[in-house]
C-alpha cells in the first residue's frame, strides 16, 4: 500500500485521459445537484473531502466503458467525488460512454458562484432566473476550474475579463475591478488542492470487499454487486453487453428488477442457490456463467410474457419481488408446465410473508424444494406446507388500511382484471389496457370508492382507508374524481351497474348515506374475500379466462 498526494486538476486529467477508471461492479454516479455544489463549497472553504482509494491490478478487471487499449488504474473508493470534480470542470470522464447523456448532466448540474457574497452560500445551483437574468453576479464555477492562470497569460487575461465584466453591470458595489479578480481567483485556485490517494494492489476478491465495507456508510453495495464484479472479471463484456442489456429490456416491458435480483435468479437457476459464498467458484467462470444464462434469460421472458394473460404487466405491484426467485426456478425445472399453479403458490407465498423474514434464509429453503423435487405438483406441496396455505381469505383482510396489505391491492386489482373491468373514465377501455392494445408497465392506481375528502369526520380513519372502500382505476381518471360525493361522479362518468359489479361494488352505492356506510364496507369486504378465494382456487386447475 502507498500514499500519494494529487492535485485536484490532476484527479479530473487522470479521469479524462484514462489513466483512471472505475471497474465493472461500481455503480453510475448517484450525487444530487446539492452534494456537486457542497463540494465545491468544501474546497473553497480549504476542507478535506477524503482520500481517494486506487487500485493498481495485477490481472485484467472488466471496466464500464472500454474504447482504447490503455491498462488503466482503477478508482475503487471516490468516484461520485471524481465524477463531480469533472462535472465542475466540465469534462467528461473516460468511464462516462454517453457523450448526449453527459452534456445534459453538465447543464443539469451548473454550478455557479456568487462573486458578491461575503459569506455563505458562496456557490448555487442554477435555476432558471438565475439562468435568464442579463446582469449576474453568479458566474460558472466549470468557466473557472478550467483557467490556469498562474501558466497561461490567456487564461489571466480572461479571468481580468470576467471581473471587468461584473463591475461593468454594476454589480459588486464596494468593489473594484482588482478585488472582484481576486475574488474569482480564489476559486480558479480549488485546482492547485492536494487530496491525498491511498494505492493498492490486492486482488480482485479482497478489493471488492474493501469496496463493500467502504460503502457501508453510504449506498451498500450487495453481494451480488461484488459478485457481478467477479464475473466481469472472468468474462470480460458479458456484464454490460449481456447481462445489463438484457436487464434494460426486461425495464423496457414493464420489469424494472434491480441486478441484484436478475443475478440471483441466474445463481438460482443454475445453482439453486442464492448464498453466493456457498457457490463453487467455478461456477463464475464463462463456461459456467453462459448455459445458466441462458436458460435463466429465456426463463425470464417466457414469465413475464405468460405472467401478462393474468394483468400482470410490471413488478410495480407486486406484493414482493423474492417470490420471483422461486418463480422463475419452477417455470425453469418445468418449462412446458402451466404458470397457474405457480402463480398460486407465488400469491400465497406472498400472503403469509414467506420472504419477510430471512429471505435467504427462506429462498435457499425453497431453491432445495425446486431442486429435489421430480415433480412440479411435488414441488408445490414441499413449498406450500411451509406456511398456513390452507387458511381461506376472510372478510378482515380487505377491512385492513389498503396502504399497509401489498397483498390485498394485488388480489383486489387481479379481480378486477380477471372480471374484465372497465375503466371509469369516459373512454371505458378495459383496465390495463389502451383501447384493444395491452399497456406495457401499466400500474393500477388506488381510488376510494367513497372519497376520503367526502368521510372525513364522519366515520372512522380505518374505515376510510380500509381496502373494501377501494377500487382499481387507471391514473388519468384519478384525480378527477378525487373529492366527489359517489352519487355525483358516478352519474358523471356514466359508471353502470357492470362497471360496478365487475369490483364487487353494490349497484345501490349512488343510493347510500353515510350512516350505511360502515354497513356497506362489510359487505364488500364479504364479497371480495369469496371472490379472492374462488380465484385461488380456479388458479390450482385452470389457466386464465
Keep these: 500500500m502507498a500514499y500519494e498526494s494529487v492535485k485536484i486538476r490532476d484527479i479530473v486529467e487522470r479521469a479524462v485521459d484514462h489513466a483512471w477508471s472505475i471497474p465493472e461492479f461500481q455503480r453510475g454516479f448517484v450525487w444530487k445537484t446539492t452534494q456537486v455544489r457542497d463540494l465545491a463549497d468544501s474546497l473553497f472553504a480549504d476542507y478535506p473531502i477524503g482520500a481517494l482509494l486506487v487500485w493498481n491490478a495485477s490481472t485484467h478487471v472488466e471496466e464500464r466503458n472500454v474504447g482504447d487499449a490503455k491498462r488503466p488504474r482503477w ?84 479571468l481580468q475579463e470576467l471581473a471587468r465584466e461584473v463591475k461593468t453591470q454594476g454589480l459588486c458595489e464596494g468593489m473594484d475591478p482588482m478585488s472582484v479578480y481576486s475574488r474569482l481567483y480564489e476559486v480558479v485556485t480549488i485546482r492547485e488542492h492536494d487530496v491525498p490517494v491511498i494505492m493498492i494492489d490486492h486482488e480482485l476478491e479482497d478489493v471488492v470487499e474493501i469496496f463493500a465495507r467502504l460503502n457501508s456508510r453510504g449506498t451498500r453495495v450487495t453481494e451480488a454487486d461484488i459478485y457481478l464484479g467477479i464475473v466481469a472479471a472472468r468474462s470480460p463484456r458479458w456484464v454490460r453487453e449481456t447481462f445489463l442489456v438484457y436487464r434494460s429490456q426486461l425495464a423496457e416491458s414493464g420489469f424494472d428488477i434491480t441486478p441484484n435480483l436478475l443475478f440471483r435468479t441466474l445463481t438460482a437457476v443454475g445453482r439453486k442457490k442464492v448464498r453466493f459464498k456457498e457457490i463453487p467458484d467455478s461456477f463464475w467462470d464463462h463456461d459456467h456463467i453462459k448455459p445458466a444464462w441462458e436458460k435463466t434469460q429465456s426463463t425470464w421472458t417466457s414469465v413475464v410474457k405468460d405472467i401478462r394473460d393474468y394483468g400482470i404487466f410490471s413488478n410495480d405491484p407486486l406484493p414482493t419481488e423474492n417470490a420471483l426467485v422461486t418463480l422463475i426456478s419452477l417455470r425453469e425445472r418445468w418449462p412446458a408446465a402451466r404458470l397457474s399453479p405457480m402463480l398460486h403458490w407465488f400469491l400465497l407465498a406472498s400472503r403469509f410473508g414467506r420472504y419477510s423474514g430471512s429471505a435467504t434464509t427462506a429462498l435457499e429453503e425453497d431453491l432445495r424444494d425446486v431442486g429435489d423435487s421430480k415433480t412440479l405438483d ?123 359489479n365487475q369490483q364487487y361494488i353494490d349497484p345501490d352505492v349512488d343510493h347510500m348515506s353515510v350512516d350505511n356506510f360502515p354497513a356497506w364496507l362489510q359487505r364488500r369486504a364479504e364479497r371480495l374475500a369469496d371472490a379472492a378465494n374462488a380465484y385461488l382456487e380456479n388458479l390450482k386447475g385452470t389457466p386464465p379466462a
Design 378 to 500: 411435488e414441488a408445490l406441496e414441499r413449498l406450500l406446507v411451509r406456511f398456513d396455505h390452507t387458511s381461506p381469505v376472510t372478510a378482515d383482510e380487505f377491512l385492513r388500511d389498503y396502504g399497509d396489505t401489498r397483498f390485498g391491492r394485488f388480489m383486489l386489482y387481479l379481480l378486477a382484471y380477471a372480471n374484465k373491468a372497465i375503466d371509469w373514465d369516459d373512454r371505458h377501455h378495459r383496465i390495463g389496457f389502451e383501447g384493444a392494445e395491452l399497456l406495457a408497465g401499466f400500474r393500477p392506481q388506488w381510488h376510494h370508492v367513497f372519497p376520503r375528502k367526502f368521510l372525513e369526520g364522519k366515520v372512522p380513519d380505518e374505515k376510510i382507508d380500509a381496502l373494501a372502500n377501494i377500487a382499481v382505476i387507471g391514473p388519468s381518471i384519478n384525480i378527477r374524481i378525487s373529492a366527489k360525493d359517489p352519487m355525483d361522479y358516478i352519474h358523471e362518468y356514466e359508471i353502470g351497474p357492470d362497471r360496478l
Design 75 to 158: 478508482l475503487v473508493d471516490g468516484q461520485q467525488r471524481a465524477t463531480a470534480l469533472s462535472i465542475l470542470f466540465g469534462r467528461k470522464p473516460y468511464w462516462w460512454s454517453d457523450g448526449e447523456e453527459w452534456n445534459r448532466t453538465v447543464r443539469r448540474y451548473d454550478i455557479r458562484f456568487d462573486v458578491e457574497a461575503k459569506e455563505p452560500p458562496y456557490f448555487w445551483v442554477a435555476n432558471a432566473v438565475i439562468r435568464r437574468a442579463k446582469k449576474t453576479k453568479y458566474i460558472p464555477v466549470r468557466e473557472l476550474m478550467t483557467l490556469d492562470v498562474d501558466k497561461s497569460q490567456a487564461d489571466r487575461d480572461r
